[in-house]
């Protein structure tokens, strides 16, 4: 907003929030005193409560490969995701052939990446090559499925971490009825910290405009309380694990 | 009323605030009746118990983890001043432009501007509680904008006229022959008594609206003041949709979002998921960084964050409730709330509802007002043991009534407790007034007089027991 009106709002909130903290709160209630404990000491001491800390009280996310691996797809399975694994990508890329026969789907989209262009070039269907210069969403909608990759998998919540910087963008992920996700073996890890790092190491201090941790098929729970999948996002997720 | 807090009549809410008491217990009591409705929402509620249960104990330690989330939102909280400017340089380094509001009326007038610049015709809305606190859709009708609400339950209410019954189930209250109905009339469906078709039937109401939509207006859960991201947690993936192909992002927060690090939600995210609704996490948590970026295939152009205070520095400045702004919105407190299930989400008046509606609504619309709403509860201090972030929730009912007193004493509750005083103090007089009490309970019943009418409408008293209490324990030992 380039009214000044604008600059006052700020002003006068940030003015007031500075007056409202001149008088400290007490701690919150704990059931004990590790966390305080954990951070590091010093005025600031308790501003920082690193994620490592909290790790051991979370859901667990396996310490080995094959726990790991163990955890995920009981968690995927559990969220009425479909998974299945391929040797590599040319098996990936036959199973989603046969997934494309069998639903008779007629435009599957896709985006360019290592590990979804050799499964996209024998789909067996038109398809619909996303880039930054062919987005066009009426075409997007138009189509039976979408397929990326993925940044992470992670364990601990069944969840598939997506970037719109290397998946596709924003709505691949989210517009087409079929989600299917290609995932490589060195891609889980095993807690969403563990997915933040990643994310963090990957791209370097600027984020791209949208992560996305997706856990399960789209749902809703809005009527009668009762599960039904597919409310607006992807009816149906895939998770292809390849390796 | 706090000065600068502001409210719009609304269509559940009283016309006048003076009227709010009245409306509660009138519609409190009317609830109450309604067995059936009570049996309904119990039944709905049914299933989330026994999915939280086993979430819960897929953490290896829930309490400290709520330790841990309270503290990441204690310190965050408690260091606004610091990290409300972080955030809003980190967000706008990502290319997002950040709006103040002091009230909901600024709120309202800056989302209008931004709406004239976008030249918007349609507008989509995903799932957005402190929209509702602003009563934006009202204001954008009024102004002639279509807009329509993208969450299923959220849509529902929508055409019902209604404001969402529970903060994150709005339609929880609405049996399916009803949605069925609603669609018919609105839709022109079919009737069905299938919720997945009627599922069904809004996700194809709803994805040409996706497209052809010119804004998409979200809220956010989370504001990161490190990376400068704003998180949005969902089900459906509407609100994903909203920010994807609309040309314009508008989300809305209140200033108490910000968290300091993005490793906080690697805490905060399982925890409102399973506390809010049993799920070991919502289906959609997603971080936005500003608009679409060079190289990104699709996003909007614009993004816009509209950062709203609306009497949340009036909270901060209560160090002794400072912590009811660490709430996440989880929902867990209303899920677990005698009061809540027996006297309904609409009975509340206000825009959340449950115990920490209870808490926050007097700081943000007046505690003359509304502190009605502290009376009504038990104090089991179930939403207190079902808050993942440890907010102190039926103290801080207390306090309210505390505070109540002391700023507006009822004449009748200081002369009941001087009386209280005279008599608890004076061993001999207790015991006479206790027999007295004991031998004239028949007379009470009998003569009903008004102070005790209301009580004795839906009670029986107890009969009297022949000996006091002292004079039963001393015979026992």
Redesign the interface.
């Known amino acids: 907003?380039t009214a000044g009106?604008?600059t006052t709002?700020?002003d006068?909130?940030?003015a007031?929030?500075?007056?409202?903290?001149r008088?400290?709160?007490?701690?919150?209630?704990?059931?004990?005193h590790?966390?305080?404990a954990a951070?590091p000491a010093g005025p600031d001491s308790?501003?920082?409560?690193?994620?490592e800390?909290?790790r051991?009280?979370?859901?667990?996310g396996g310490e080995t490969a094959e726990e790991r691996l163990a955890i995920l797809t009981e968690?995927l399975g559990?969220?009425r995701a479909e998974v299945q694994r391929a040797a590599d990508l040319t098996a990936a890329a036959a199973q989603v052939a046969a997934l494309v026969r069998e639903r008779g789907w007629k435009r599957v989209a896709w985006?360019t990446h290592p590990a979804v262009e050799p499964v996209a070039a024998t789909l067996g269907c038109d398809s619909y090559r996303?880039?930054?210069t062919?987005?066009d969403?009426?075409a997007l909608?138009a189509c039976d499925a979408g397929i990326t990759a993925c940044d992470a998998a992670i364990a601990?919540?069944?969840?598939i971490l997506v970037s719109?910087?290397s998946c596709?963008?924003?709505?691949?992920s989210?517009?087409p009825h079929v989600h299917i996700v290609i995932v490589t073996l060195d891609q889980i890890v095993a807690?969403?910290?563990d997915a933040?790092d990643a994310i963090?190491t990957k791209h370097a201090g600027r984020?791209?405009?949208?992560?996305?941790?997706?856990?399960?098929?789209?749902?809703?729970?809005?009527?009668?309380?009762?599960l039904?999948l597919?409310?607006?996002?992807?009816k149906e997720l895939f998770v292809i694990l390849v390796g | 009323m706090t000065p600068g807090a502001d409210t719009t009549p609304h269509a559940f809410e009283a016309e006048t605030p003076r009227l709010a008491k009245k409306k509660f217990l009138h519609d409190a009591a009317e609830h109450v009746r309604d067995t059936g409705h009570r049996a309904f929402v119990r039944k709905?509620?049914g299933?989330?118990y026994t999915s939280r249960d086993a979430q819960k104990a897929?953490?290896?330690?829930?309490?400290?983890?709520?330790?841990?989330a309270?503290?990441?939102k204690?310190?965050a909280?408690?260091?606004?001043?610091e990290l409300?400017?972080t955030f809003v340089a980190n967000f706008e380094a990502?290319?997002g432009?950040v709006?103040?509001?002091?009230t909901a009326d600024?709120a309202r007038t800056?989302i209008l501007?931004l709406l004239r610049d976008a030249k918007a015709k349609a507008v989509i809305k995903s799932k957005c509680m402190t929209s509702e606190e602003i009563h934006l859709n009202a204001a954008l009708e009024q102004d002639g904008y279509g807009v329509v609400e993208?969450?299923?339950?959220e849509f529902?209410q929508q055409l019902r006229g209604e404001p969402p019954y529970h903060f994150v189930?709005?339609?929880?209250h609405?049996?399916?022959e009803e949605?069925s109905d609603l669609f018919g009339k609105h839709l022109g469906t079919p009737p069905t008594d299938s919720?997945?078709e009627?599922?069904?039937i809004?996700?194809r109401h709803?994805?040409?609206l996706?497209?052809d939509a010119d804004v998409g207006i979200t809220g956010a859960n989370f504001l990161v003041a490190e990376?400068g991201?704003i998180s949005i947690t969902e089900?459906?993936?509407?609100a994903?949709?909203t920010?994807?192909?609309p040309r314009v992002h508008i989300a809305i927060s209140g200033?108490e979002k910000v968290v300091?690090?993005?490793?906080?939600?690697?805490?905060l995210?399982?925890m409102l998921a399973t506390a809010g609704?049993g799920?070991?996490?919502?289906?959609?948590?997603?971080?936005?960084?500003?608009?679409?970026?060079?190289?990104?295939?699709?996003?909007p152009e614009e993004m816009h964050l509209v950062?709203l205070?609306n009497s949340r520095?009036?909270i901060?400045?209560d160090?002794?409730q400072?912590?009811s702004l660490?709430c996440i919105r989880c929902g867990a407190c209303l899920n677990v709330c005698p009061i809540f299930k027996n006297v309904g989400g609409f009975t509340y008046g206000t825009t959340y509802q449950g115990p920490i509606g209870s808490v926050i609504t007097p700081h943000l619309r007046g505690l003359a007002d509304w502190n009605h709403l502290s009376g009504a509860s038990s104090l089991c201090g179930a939403c207190t043991d079902a808050c993942p972030?440890?907010i102190?929730i039926h103290h801080h009912l207390l306090h309210n009534r505390r505070n109540a007193a002391a700023t507006s004493p009822s004449r009748l509750e200081r002369l009941g407790h001087r009386m209280f005083v005279m008599v608890a103090s004076r061993p001999w007089l207790f015991a006479a007034g206790g027999a007295m009490f004991r031998k004239s309970l028949w007379l009470l019943k009998k003569l009903r007089p008004p102070l005790l009418r209301d009580w004795l409408a839906t009670r029986d008293l107890p009969a009297a027991p022949a000996r006091s209490f002292r004079s039963q324990w001393r015979a026992r030992s």
């Open positions: 907003m009106g604008d709002a700020r006068t909130i940030l007031r929030v500075r007056e409202a903290l008088v400290p709160a007490p701690l919150p209630h704990m059931k004990s590790a966390a305080v951070a308790l501003t920082i409560l690193p994620v800390v909290a051991p009280w979370l859901p667990d968690n559990k969220l985006h996303l880039d930054s062919s987005f969403k009426d909608e601990q919540t069944g969840s719109s910087a596709g963008g924003r709505a691949l989210i517009l807690t969403l910290g933040l963090r984020m791209p405009s949208m992560l996305s941790f997706i856990t399960g098929p789209s749902r809703t729970g809005d009527i009668e309380r009762i039904v597919g409310a607006h996002g992807p | 709905a509620l299933g989330y897929r953490f290896r330690d829930w309490e400290q983890a709520r330790d841990a309270s503290l990441a204690w310190s909280v408690n260091r606004l001043d409300l400017p990502n290319g432009r709006h103040w509001a002091r600024e800056i501007e993208s969450d299923l339950g529902i189930f709005p339609c929880m609405v049996r399916r949605i919720p997945e009627l599922t069904m809004a996700r709803m994805r040409r996706y497209v990376t991201q089900n459906e993936g509407n994903r949709l920010a994807a192909l200033i300091e690090h993005l490793d906080d939600l690697a805490v995210l399982p609704a799920q070991p996490m919502t289906c959609y948590n997603t971080l936005y960084a500003g608009p679409r970026r060079p190289g990104e295939c699709d996003g950062l205070d520095t009036a901060l400045a160090p002794e400072r912590d660490h972030v440890r102190d």
